[in-house]
C-alpha cells in the first residue's frame, strides 16, 4: 500500500475522533459548568509504528486540553442555584471520592442533603450540607442561610494547577494520582445563578464544516490512490 495511503488514512482517523470530541462539546451546550476541550495532532515516526499501533499509522491524536474560560453566569432565580465568580470547584462527595464541578445546579435530597442532580452530595466546610423544610439562599461568600439561621457554607476549592484535573464526565472532574491537594478558598458566588456551558456553538459549527471538507478531500485522496493508481497499472501491465 502505497505511504500516502496511511497518511490519509491515519488523517481521516484523527478528523473521525475530532468529530466525537465535537460531538461531546455540542451535546454539553447546555449543561452548566461544561468546559469545551482544544485537541492537537502529532505526527508518528514509521519505524515505531509496530510498537504503537497494530496498523501503520502517520498522524495520531495529540493531548487533549480542557478550556477553562468560564461561561456566562446566568441568572435562574432558583433558590438552590449556585455559580462561582472567577476560580474554584464545589467539591462532590461519592463512592470513588471526591470529585469536582462547576455546576451549580443542586438539589435537596429527600432527607435534606444537598446533592447534585444525580444525587451526591454537595461538600460544605463542615461535610454536607443538611437544609430545612423551609427556604433558603445562598450568600455572595457561600453561605447558606433559611431566614437568619446559617445551615451551612458551601465548600469552594482551588488547584495549584488545573492540569492537576482530567474530565470524568461532562462537567465534573477528578485529580490526577499524584497531584497537590486542593486548598479551600474564598470565592464569590452568585446564588440564584448558574455558570453556562463556555461552547461557542458557532465556533463549533464551523470546526464541525472545517473537518467535514478535511475529512471528503482525504477520502478524495484515498480513493484516487487505491482505485485509479492501482487500475492504471494494472491496465499498463496489462498491455506488456
Known amino acids: 500500500m502505497p505511504g500516502g495511503t496511511y497518511s490519509a488514512l491515519s488523517g481521516m482517523r484523527t478528523r473521525l475522533e475530532e468529530l466525537d470530541r465535537l460531538a461531546a462539546d455540542l451535546a454539553n451546550v447546555n449543561t452548566a459548568g461544561y468546559k469545551t476541550e482544544r485537541a492537537s495532532t502529532v505526527a508518528i515516526d514509521r519505524d515505531s509504528f509496530n510498537s504503537q499501533f497494530e496498523a501503520a499509522v502517520d498522524v495520531a491524536r495529540g493531548n487533549t486540553k480542557i478550556d477553562w474560560r468560564p461561561g456566562l453566569i446566568a441568572n435562574t432565580g432558583r ?3 449556585a455559580a462561582i465568580d472567577g476560580k474554584g470547584f464545589f467539591v462532590v462527595d461519592t463512592p470513588a471520592g471526591e ?22 452530595p454537595i461538600l460544605g466546610e463542615s461535610g454536607p450540607i ?86 471528503e478531500s482525504l477520502n478524495k485522496g484515498v480513493n484516487t490512490l487505491m482505485t485509479e493508481l492501482d487500475g492504471r497499472a494494472i491496465s499498463e501491465l496489462g498491455k506488456r
Open 130 to 215: 443538611k437544609l430545612p423544610n423551609a427556604p433558603v439562599s445562598i450568600a455572595d461568600d457561600g453561605t447558606i442561610r433559611s431566614g437568619a439561621t446559617q445551615v451551612g457554607r458551601l465548600q469552594i476549592v482551588e488547584f495549584e494547577s488545573e492540569k492537576d484535573l482530567i474530565r470524568e464526565s461532562g462537567s465534573r472532574f477528578k485529580a490526577l494520582p499524584g497531584s497537590s491537594p486542593p486548598q479551600t478558598v474564598e470565592a464569590k458566588v452568585v446564588g440564584g445563578a448558574l455558570e453556562q456551558s463556555n461552547v461557542s456553538v458557532v465556533d463549533r459549527m464551523a470546526k464541525l464544516t472545517e473537518l467535514s471538507r478535511n475529512f
Open 79 to 81: 433558590d438552590l442555584d
Open 99 to 120: 470529585r469536582y464541578t462547576r455546576a451549580g445546579n443542586f438539589v435537596k435530597r429527600v432527607d435534606g442533603v444537598l446533592t447534585t442532580s444525580a444525587g451526591e
